[in-house]
């Protein structure tokens, strides 16, 4: 039986390899990716993507296609340079044919017959870009000749696999960004689990999880990913670049948009069914979804008949998160020729449908009002209306519905109006073709799982200044159920009728006393995590006293009021025209807010921001305004966006702090399926009882200790005895981080007195296992902010440094610790963390430190297994220390170059060179001199290969195939200390 083998290569890398080539990739070793490339500074297989350009182009001459190529490669290593790339591969760019005297589409790859492309993967791909610092990917994949996808591998015995994929990542985007110039997508494994993202853009909050099969096995998931069409596909269909904040960004569509985006194409393909509703849930890219349908029907004239599709939305989304990145959009479609057109005004939009123009229409809703009935009666209109809960109401929809009788109309929403076993509202208008009411739906639970989105936790106000439930109920409720609220301006319309609602909510003394609990509640609940807040009043006038209020008790520049304007603002309201910002100011509000690192912290707001604004720093919302159904669900999903900070800490939920009871009752909150957000939307008070039972169980499971032993001794008990077992430290790892999650939540808070003590208790055992038990140490690496603050001083001056230790791994060291009182558990861990630290800072020594490390590491899992006790433990790896010494003497004595001695290692720890009685000194000595005569191998292909020539002379005493393996295994020596 073969014995497990945990590390990266062999349980990751070389397996993916392979798992690739089951379905039609081919392997192509590191030395022959290096031929290809023409050296490790270029990252093109250029002779492929020549012979490519050839066959699918043979207009191009092979000037041609050399220039296409050197244009190509010429492209900065930038986000744009990367979109470029990305264009250049759906043959979205042009070359002059000579003959023709024209310019013609060039195809780099074919999309619909993937047999015909060159799909390669290959590993340990290193680039070194001249005169800076190199890098080396793990699994590289290329599609004719260009890399398309890096992967990632880390240990799967790492508990922070990931964390340190998306870290090394990054690197490679600062340090080497020629790694990411070209490719499209990158992959993070560690076998356990299997993530995918963009890059260009890679970070925790948009890397996810793949999840396209149901087999969760790691062959299942590598060959779902880079299975040959559904990747091509990727590459053609599902990646976005667009702009936010006047910066490019770059995306990628998950699992649920392309099933939803297939659907919708396939929808308006039917010639029977002409309605359909996608019901995807707040945060999770409906409108990605949305223009990427769009698109592929447009793009697509054949099929379509060059049709039309009209995009419906309203002047919200226009000025929120439409503004700036659609105009990207429509600019790429029309050079994909495409027509593209923007209705300014309803005459503009009927004078769009008597020329009866093509290609994609952008109006918005009330723009139908009055539009002639069967303005077109065409059937290949395809009307794709976002937040379709409100942009078909009251007459407006019939309008539309008028205009283009024929037409396929798709609604897109999070919230739909009315029932949908009714068959009623959004249903009955967009379900009447599907018999659940829906062509495709997304549920917010769903995207939770996910981690699309974050559920949320809620926390009722200080009665003092809550409004209470009766006026609420009396001055709210009564009259918004007189008509359907369904976004901001609707409800404000209700709200001006409830005159004294307002005035209780708007009181200067209230105003001033809610302002000061959010000052404090925001320092010691918000502050501390590095999370923003808005505070949501119930006008503008109010928005301004709050602002005025806020600045009492929190510096000025922490919060900004922003809200819409009013020219009449001036004279009936100063004080709401004195606080108004410039749009100027505004954009800049909004772009400074998402950023952890900068001000405002807080934004006061009534009526903007609270619909198609994302900022995932934002952590907190203090409701003072009342609200119900489609815009609560709006307005709160404004705090669900997940969010990972600098250090890797993420967002686990989104908070509100209710101040207008509105949660206190979900049914008439959420009318339209308060069941639905069952997990998703609940009182913080749950959290409170789920944290009393955890932690209370930790500690009886895990804090008990023998009394007659010191507190060092009883900690060092636990960690070198229970925790040994590696399932064991799985399981208490588990159940800490769900405790520490709750607390970073909830603290700080009466309720937790009675457990600091436990927690911290519970904080410190943690970190010494993670720290002991870790390849680096470091006792409070991933401990979260409000914990880290809690245990950090404490830490130190309890001595759990001791836990993290890195000590030298030799002979003397070992007498040392020999007297050295402590378990002898500890004492191996701490020599292992030495060794490993030596090989990483001396790869010429790491070659013949190797097999002594691999024998260390079964004896840390023979300990580990309780095979052994940690003195036999301790006496093995003085043995090993003894053989260490004596290498290094041999190295000392044998006159040769660090280098050298390895290359003298491998050679004569081989069979061959023992049972040919083979003098390896003298080989790796005559080995040296040559290596002298080729300095530039490293970075000359053709260097290289004259040295791989040059070492058959030193071994010719070997026989052919034992020389041939020992030729291998000198350049991956090499390699390995280049």
């Given at each position: 039986?073969?014995?497990?083998?945990?590390?990266?290569?062999?349980?990751?890398?070389?397996?993916?390899?392979?798992?690739?080539?089951?379905?039609?990739?081919?392997?192509?070793?590191?030395?022959?990716?290096?031929?290809?490339?023409?050296?490790?500074?270029?990252?093109?297989?250029?002779?492929?993507?020549?012979?490519?350009?050839?066959?699918?182009?043979?207009?191009?001459?092979?000037?041609?296609?050399?220039?296409?190529?050197?244009?190509?490669?010429?492209?900065?290593?930038?986000?744009?340079?990367?979109?470029?790339?990305?264009?250049?591969?759906?043959?979205?760019?042009?070359?002059?044919?000579?003959?023709?005297?024209?310019?013609?589409?060039?195809?780099?790859?074919?999309?619909?017959?993937?047999?015909?492309?060159?799909?390669?993967?290959?590993?340990?791909?290193?680039?070194?870009?001249?005169?800076?610092?190199?890098?080396?990917?793990?699994?590289?994949?290329?599609?004719?000749?260009?890399?398309?996808?890096?992967?990632?591998?880390?240990?799967?015995?790492?508990?922070?696999?990931?964390?340190?994929?998306?870290?090394?990542?990054?690197?490679?985007?600062?340090?080497?960004?020629?790694?990411?110039?070209?490719?499209?997508?990158?992959?993070?494994?560690?076998?356990?689990?299997?993530?995918?993202?963009?890059?260009?853009?890679?970070?925790?909050?948009?890397?996810?999880?793949?999840?396209?099969?149901?087999?969760?096995?790691?062959?299942?998931?590598?060959?779902?990913?880079f299975e040959p069409h559904a990747f091509l596909r990727t590459l053609k269909d599902w990646i976005l670049f667009y702009v936010e904040d006047s910066e490019t960004r770059k995306s990628v569509l998950r699992e649920h948009q392309r099933k939803a985006v297939d659907k919708i194409v396939a929808r308006c393909a039917d010639l029977e069914r002409n309605r359909g509703l996608i019901w995807h849930t707040q945060g999770s890219g409906k409108t990605f979804t949305l223009l990427t349908a769009a698109r592929q029907i447009l793009e697509d004239k054949a099929?379509?008949?060059?049709?039309?599709?009209?995009?419906?939305?309203?002047?919200?989304?226009?000025?929120?998160?439409?503004?700036?990145?659609?105009?990207?959009?429509?600019?790429?479609?029309?050079?994909?020729?495409?027509?593209?057109?923007?209705?300014?005004?309803?005459?503009?939009?009927?004078?769009?449908?008597?020329?009866?123009?093509?290609?994609?229409?952008?109006?918005?809703?009330?723009?139908?009002?009055?539009?002639?009935?069967?303005?077109?009666?065409?059937?290949?209109?395809?009307?794709?209306?976002?937040?379709?809960?409100?942009?078909?109401?009251?007459?407006?929809?019939?309008?539309?519905?008028?205009?283009?009788?024929?037409?396929?109309?798709?609604?897109?929403?999070?919230?739909?109006?009315?029932?949908?076993?009714?068959?009623?509202?959004?249903?009955?208008?967009?379900?009447?073709?599907?018999?659940?009411?829906?062509?495709?739906?997304?549920?917010?639970?769903?995207?939770?799982?996910?981690?699309?989105?974050?559920?949320?936790?809620?926390?009722?106000?200080?009665?003092?200044?809550?409004?209470?439930?009766?006026?609420?109920?009396?001055?709210?409720?009564?009259?918004?159920?007189?008509?359907?609220?369904?976004?901001?301006?609707?409800?404000?319309?209700?709200?001006?009728?409830?005159?004294?609602?307002?005035?209780?909510?708007?009181?200067?003394?209230?105003?001033?006393?809610?302002?000061?609990?959010?000052?404090?509640?925001?320092?010691?609940?918000?502050?501390?995590?590095?999370?923003?807040?808005?505070?949501?009043?119930?006008?503008?006038?109010?928005?301004?006293?709050?602002?005025?209020?806020?600045?009492?008790?929190?510096?000025?520049?922490?919060?900004?009021?922003?809200?819409?304007?009013?020219?009449?603002?001036?004279?009936?309201?100063?004080?709401?025209?004195?606080?108004?910002?410039?749009?100027?100011?505004?954009?800049?509000?909004?772009?400074?807010?998402?950023?952890?690192?900068?001000?405002?912290?807080?934004?006061?707001?009534?009526?903007?921001?609270?619909?198609?604004?994302?900022?995932?720093?934002?952590?907190?919302?203090?409701?003072?305004?009342?609200?119900?159904?489609?815009?609560?669900?709006?307005?709160?999903?404004?705090?669900?966006?997940?969010?990972?900070?600098?250090?890797?800490?993420?967002?686990?939920?989104?908070?509100?702090?209710?101040?207008?009871?509105?949660?206190?009752?979900?049914?008439?909150?959420?009318?339209?399926?308060?069941?639905?957000?069952?997990?998703?939307?609940?009182?913080?008070?749950?959290?409170?009882?789920?944290?009393?039972?955890?932690?209370?169980?930790?500690?009886?499971?895990?804090?008990?200790?023998?009394?007659?032993?010191?507190?060092?001794?009883?900690?060092?008990?636990?960690?070198?005895?229970?925790?040994?077992?590696?399932?064991?430290?799985?399981?208490?790892?588990?159940?800490?981080?769900?405790?520490?999650?709750?607390?970073?939540?909830?603290?700080?808070?009466?309720?937790?007195?009675?457990?600091?003590?436990?927690?911290?208790?519970?904080?410190?055992?943690?970190?010494?296992?993670?720290?002991?038990?870790?390849?680096?140490?470091?006792?409070?690496?991933?401990?979260?902010?409000?914990?880290?603050?809690?245990?950090?001083?404490?830490?130190?001056?309890?001595?759990?440094?001791?836990?993290?230790?890195?000590?030298?791994?030799?002979?003397?060291?070992?007498?040392?610790?020999?007297?050295?009182?402590?378990?002898?558990?500890?004492?191996?861990?701490?020599?292992?963390?030495?060794?490993?630290?030596?090989?990483?800072?001396?790869?010429?020594?790491?070659?013949?430190?190797?097999?002594?490390?691999?024998?260390?590491?079964?004896?840390?899992?023979?300990?580990?297994?309780?095979?052994?006790?940690?003195?036999?433990?301790?006496?093995?790896?003085?043995?090993?220390?003894?053989?260490?010494?004596?290498?290094?003497?041999?190295?000392?004595?044998?006159?040769?170059?660090?280098?050298?001695?390895?290359?003298?290692?491998?050679?004569?720890?081989?069979?061959?060179?023992?049972?040919?009685?083979?003098?390896?000194?003298?080989?790796?000595?005559?080995?040296?001199?040559?290596?002298?005569?080729?300095?530039?191998?490293?970075?000359?292909?053709?260097?290289?290969?004259?040295?791989?020539?040059?070492?058959?002379?030193?071994?010719?005493?070997?026989?052919?195939?034992?020389?041939?393996?020992?030729?291998?295994?000198?350049?991956?020596?090499?390699?390995?200390?280049?």
């Open positions: 039986m073969t014995t497990l083998k945990i590390s990266e290569a062999h349980t990751a890398q070389f397996p993916m390899v392979d798992h690739a080539e089951g379905i039609g990739w081919k392997v192509i070793t590191p030395v022959e990716a290096e031929v290809l490339r023409h050296g490790r500074e270029n990252m093109f297989f250029s002779s492929v993507l020549e012979d490519k350009l050839r066959e699918f182009n043979p207009w191009l001459t092979s000037d041609q296609a050399r220039a296409i190529l050197e244009t190509i490669e010429a492209l900065p290593p930038t986000i744009e340079g990367n979109w470029e790339v990305l264009r250049w591969m759906r043959g979205e760019h042009k070359w002059y044919d000579e003959d023709e005297k024209r310019s013609r589409s060039v195809q780099l790859v074919e999309f619909d017959n993937p047999d015909n492309n060159e799909l390669q993967a290959t590993w340990e791909w290193k680039i070194e870009p001249v005169a800076r610092k190199g890098n080396r990917a793990d699994v590289i994949f290329l599609v004719n000749g260009v890399p398309v996808t890096i992967v990632e591998h880390k240990n799967p015995t790492s508990g922070d696999a990931l964390t340190r994929g998306i870290t090394q990542l990054r690197r490679y985007e600062k340090e080497t960004p020629e790694l990411t110039a070209q490719t499209q997508l990158y992959n993070v494994t560690h076998m356990l689990g299997y993530w995918y993202g963009v890059t260009w853009n890679v970070s925790r909050r948009f890397i996810f999880k793949w999840k396209y099969t149901e087999d969760e096995s790691y062959k299942s998931a590598t060959q779902a990913f099929s379509f008949n060059n049709a039309t599709v009209i995009l419906v939305v309203d002047r919200n989304e226009l000025e929120g998160q439409l503004k700036g990145w659609v105009d990207r959009l429509l600019g790429e479609m029309q050079a994909a020729d495409v027509n593209v057109e923007r209705a300014e005004s309803k005459a503009d939009l009927q004078r769009i449908f008597d020329s009866d123009r093509r290609g994609l229409i952008v109006s918005m809703i009330h723009k139908f009002e009055e539009i002639k009935t069967n303005s077109s009666t065409r059937d290949n209109i395809y009307v794709f209306i976002d937040e379709a809960h409100r942009s078909v109401a009251a007459d407006l929809g019939t309008y539309l519905m008028a205009a283009v009788p024929n037409a396929t109309i798709i609604g897109f929403t999070g919230t739909p109006v009315g029932d949908s076993r009714a068959g009623s509202g959004s249903f009955k208008i967009f379900g009447r073709d599907d018999e659940d009411g829906y062509l495709d739906k997304y549920s917010i639970i769903e995207s939770i799982e996910d981690e699309t989105t974050l559920p949320i936790r809620y926390k009722l106000a200080p009665s003092s200044m809550r409004l209470p439930a009766k006026d609420l109920e009396e001055q709210f409720y009564a009259l918004a159920g007189e008509e359907d609220v369904t976004d901001v301006d609707e409800l404000n319309r209700v709200l001006e009728r409830a005159v004294n609602l307002r005035a209780f909510l708007g009181a200067e003394d209230r105003v001033d006393q809610v302002a000061q609990f959010v000052a404090a509640h925001f320092k010691e609940n918000v502050l501390p995590l590095g999370y923003k807040a808005f505070v949501v009043a119930v006008d503008r006038e109010t928005c301004a006293k709050y602002k005025r209020a806020l600045d009492k008790y929190l510096p000025p520049e922490w919060s900004e009021a922003v809200y819409s304007k009013n020219v009449n603002d001036v004279v009936d309201r100063p004080v709401v025209a004195e606080l108004q910002i410039s749009e100027t100011r505004e954009e800049e509000v909004r772009k400074l807010f998402k950023k952890a690192d900068q001000e405002p912290k807080i934004l006061i707001v009534t009526d903007k921001l609270l619909t198609g604004y994302d900022a995932p720093v934002l952590y907190a919302m203090y409701l003072d305004k009342p609200m119900r159904n489609h815009v609560l669900l709006q307005s709160l999903a404004r705090v669900n966006r997940p969010y990972i900070d600098g250090e890797n800490i993420s967002k686990k939920v989104g908070l509100v702090v209710d101040f207008v009871s509105v949660l206190e009752d979900m049914k008439k909150a959420l009318t339209f399926d308060a069941g639905a957000v069952k997990g998703a939307l609940e009182d913080l008070d749950i959290l409170m009882v789920d944290l009393h039972q955890r932690i209370t169980a930790a500690a009886s499971e895990y804090l008990r200790a023998d009394g007659a032993k010191t507190p060092d001794a009883q900690l060092e008990a636990v960690v070198f005895g229970r925790f040994i077992d590696p399932a064991a430290r799985k399981v208490f790892y588990d159940a800490y981080k769900d405790i520490e999650a709750l607390w970073e939540i909830l603290s700080p808070d009466p309720g937790l007195r009675d457990h600091i003590q436990t927690f911290r208790d519970l904080s410190k055992l943690y970190a010494a296992v993670r720290a002991n038990y870790s390849e680096s140490g470091g006792f409070l690496g991933d401990l979260e902010h409000k914990t880290r603050k809690l245990i950090g001083d404490r830490a130190t001056q309890e001595g759990l440094g001791r836990f993290s230790k890195v000590v030298d791994f030799d002979v003397e060291t070992l007498k040392q610790l020999k007297g050295e009182d402590g378990p002898d558990e500890g004492k191996v861990y701490n020599l292992l963390r030495g060794l490993r630290k030596e090989m990483e800072e001396d790869p010429a020594g790491a070659v013949v430190l190797q097999s002594i490390k691999d024998r260390a590491d079964r004896v840390m899992q023979n300990l580990e297994d309780r095979k052994i006790n940690g003195i036999a433990a301790m006496v093995e790896l003085e043995a090993l220390a003894k053989e260490k010494a004596e290498a290094k003497q041999k190295a000392k004595d044998s006159g040769l170059s660090d280098i050298g001695f390895a290359i003298y290692w491998v050679i004569s720890q081989g069979s061959a060179a023992k049972a040919a009685a083979f003098d390896s000194l003298a080989a790796s000595r005559e080995i040296e001199t040559v290596l002298a005569k080729f300095p530039s191998w490293r970075q000359n292909p053709d260097e290289r290969r004259r040295l791989r020539a040059s070492l058959y002379k030193p071994l010719l005493a070997l026989g052919k195939n034992d020389r041939a393996a020992v030729i291998e295994r000198i350049m991956q020596v090499l390699e390995q200390t280049a």
